[in-house]
């Protein structure tokens, strides 16, 4: 053992990664308390399989995620385990689609997108009960779906193949929960995907093959992500295949709907369980929009209400997990990688150390007033470095106008106090979320 990664022992045969895939929340934020601040590294290795280390020091987080060539992204998630996209690509491919993509998430686009956001969520209050109850996740996963498929792909997908790609996910989600097979048996010998998660995939792709059809039948089609692809398509200069197309609008599909729609379910749990502070949010949403919905220019106003979000994302990050491969053999810290080491970074373990910060386990959305606290290493719900999360912005946009509209129409309460969590790609709840939403008289 060198002084920088510690190996804690385990049970033999399967080694700690049997304690890792029952329950990986519990071994990270363990493995960061009690070794945070006293090892950089600490290395779970199973006898046979694949050798996880886990960083426990963020600045290290940091390092390793600016440096993309030599720590590569591995295929996460079983669709992007089958997907060219962003989210999957690497190298020369992964910069060329990075350039031809940035431009849609910059400038006025951010401004047009939060007008969309803002007129779907006045469509979803209208469908609303006066006094009533309804599946919040789901809910918010329509939403989130309709505004995404607006904003990149200019096409509403409206409420039953938002309701399909819901569905899809869940049983994507299902396939992807960390196991034992996955760790110690070599690819190989893994189990192929299901016929379930093969029919959810065909929902996705059937989903984005449509809205790629509709722009290449369109005579003048609108300027958004897929004329940009299509238009990089044309470029001799760029390798992109019509299969990568669709691929990209199923990523982007997938990726941006499902995180968003999690974090502001997560918020509306969090405020159920403080009401003085949703009391607070609906306050301010009433103080500055005034009964209008919320435009871009009102955001900068929403102060508590974005710290809401940010506190939301600490503590319930919706990747919850980073991983990163070696590509060749490396020094990290002073200690010995391999190639092909994974490497293992998780939002949800750093955002809870104790040792960074107070009252780890509390709903504290006013800990974020200190200028201070938000360049803190410690926290990266969207990752950092080159690979940093496109849609950073329009998701942080979407949950501060979502939470200070609905607040300042309707009292929603989370019927449950505890979420169940459940770690697959992303964090998701491991059964419907039910609210109670009532209008404001
Ligand atoms: C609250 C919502 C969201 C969260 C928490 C989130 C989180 C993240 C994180 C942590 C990463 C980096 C992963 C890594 O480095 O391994 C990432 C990357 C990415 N996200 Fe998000 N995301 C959110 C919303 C969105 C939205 C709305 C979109 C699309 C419109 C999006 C598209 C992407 C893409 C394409 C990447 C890959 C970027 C690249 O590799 O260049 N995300 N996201």
Redesign the pocket.
Known sequence: MSDTVHEPAGPPVIGNMSRFTDDPLRVLTGLQEAYGGQYPLVRLDPPVGQRFTVVLDPELVHEI?AQREQFR?PAVGPEAQQRQG??SSDGML?EQQ?SVLQPEFVGGNLSTYADIASETVTEMLADWPEDGTLDLHEELSVLTMRV?TQS?FSRDTGREQATAVHNALATFSEEFEPSLTDVVLPERLQPGPSEEFEAADEVLEGVAEEFVDWHRDHPDPPTDMITALMDAQADPEIELSENELIDEAV??MT??QE??AL?ITYAFYWLSQHPNIRERVAEEAQTVLGGDPPTWGDLSELTLTERVVRET?RLT???WN?SREARTDTELAGASIDAGEFLLMSPYAHHRDSRVWSDPLQFRPDRWAGEASRSNDSYF???SGP??????Q??LTE?QFTLAHVLQEFDVSVDRKQLDLQPSVTLRPSRPVEATVRTRG
């Open positions: 995620l992204r962003l989210v992964w990075r995404i990149l990523l982007f990726g941006g995180t968003t974090t994302l990050p919706a990747v980073l719900p969207f990752g690979r940093v999360c496109i849609g950073k329009i998701a949950a």
